[in-house]
């Protein structure tokens, strides 16, 4: 099984490649269109901010190649929001991938964001077609302003102040909104299942 991550040049890459190589696996490093169309399971990393990932991703020739795709796919937090129409960040249009928006969140007492430290899942996806290796109560780490659309797309949730998305599945679209790379045990178990899908 070949597995591999988007290097654009930003992010969280080296952690992600460390969290894969925990469980035995050794993703390489692309960032050409042929190569995302050829890799079994591909990863689009976080961190950063929607309107220059989406220009790093035009640049590369990225874009169709992505939505083209019908292999495994995962994106990791803002990876995840890339997934969707578009975004509050700069006012970005997304790859579309899955439909809806991704907000601002809004401050609430006790609940400032950025939303980042550990938070328990909720409303994690029974083992079916949606299973991503999370169960409720399982706690994991978080780093974001920005909150997707919830949706038929979302498999477990977390509440911060209002209920969020924190995981997506949608066919062969995985999505963290966490950090699986730094959520221990129940990341691992989401990596896992990722590879496994």
Avoid at 114 to 137: C, F, Q, R, Y
Wanted: contains cysteine.
């Amino acid at each position: 099984m070949s597995i591999a991550i988007l290097d654009l040049g930003y992010g969280n890459v080296e952690s992600i490649r460390l969290g894969f190589a925990r469980l035995g696996a050794e993703p390489s490093l692309v960032k050409d269109a042929a190569s995302v169309g050829e890799v079994e399971r591909l990863v689009l990393p976080g961190v950063g901010a929607a309107g220059y990932a989406m220009e790093r991703l035009r640049s590369l020739g990225l874009i169709d190649a992505l939505k083209a795709r019908t292999r495994p796919l995962l994106g990791i937090c803002l990876g995840m929001q890339l997934m969707f129409e578009s975004s509050d960040e700069a006012d970005t249009l997304c790859l579309a991938l899955v439909p809806g928006r991704v907000r601002e969140m809004t401050a609430v007492p006790g609940r400032p964001v950025p939303h980042m430290g550990w938070t328990a899942i909720e409303d994690a996806a029974p083992k079916s077609d949606k299973d991503i290796g999370l169960v409720n109560g399982d706690h994991v780490y978080f780093a974001h302003s920005f909150a997707c659309d919830d949706g038929p797309a979302t498999a477990a949730r977390v509440t911060y102040g209002t209920p969020l998305p924190a995981a997506l599945r949608h066919g062969h679209l995985w999505g963290a909104q966490f950090h699986p790379e730094r959520s221990a045990e129940p990341g691992a178990r989401f990596l896992k299942a990722f590879l496994s899908a």
